[in-house]
């Protein structure tokens, strides 16, 4: 299973995803965490499970309905964000399903870890 891990290195509140990877791949080493950029080319996968931060999280949740959170409008490019590339490619029927862990910047770990557990 390929587990995409979205993140800013550089943004304190956009880095816990990226900062959590080296304990999460010793925790699941039979999943491959694969670091992406979500504004450029999505993984050419059906059916996608990302890591990414949700700003104003208050805890860490599951989410399997792009169209429940995301309802971003796109006025240009600079608007075009991972919500949006993926309704764009689950239009374009080459996305079946997606989940998105999604992580405060001030998330657990072990909340993190609990969540990938269920993951089937």
């Known amino acids: 299973m390929n587990i995409y891990v979205c993140g800013n290195p550089l943004v304190k509140e956009d880095c816990l995803p990226l900062r959590i990877l080296p304990e999460l791949k010793r925790k699941f080493p039979e999943i491959n965490f694969v670091e992406f950029e979500p504004?450029?080319?999505?993984?050419?996968?059906?059916?996608?499970?990302?890591?990414?931060?949700?700003?104003?999280?208050?805890?860490?949740?599951?989410?399997?309905?792009?169209?429940?959170?995301?309802?971003?409008?796109?006025?240009?490019?600079h608007?075009?964000?991972?919500?949006?590339?993926?309704?764009?490619?689950?239009?374009?029927?080459?996305?079946?399903?997606?989940?998105?862990?999604?992580?405060?910047?001030?998330g657990s770990v072990d909340k993190v870890c609990s969540v990938i557990s269920g993951l089937e």
């Open 39 to 77: 504004t450029e080319d999505l993984p050419k996968e059906e059916n996608l499970i990302i890591i990414d931060t949700v700003i104003n999280a208050k805890d860490v949740a599951l989410f399997d309905d792009i169209d429940k959170f995301t309802e971003t409008k796109a006025l240009s490019l």
């Open 79 to 106: 608007d075009f964000d991972l919500g949006l590339n993926l309704k764009l490619a689950k239009k374009l029927k080459k996305l079946k399903s997606v989940r998105i862990i999604g992580v405060p910047p001030n």
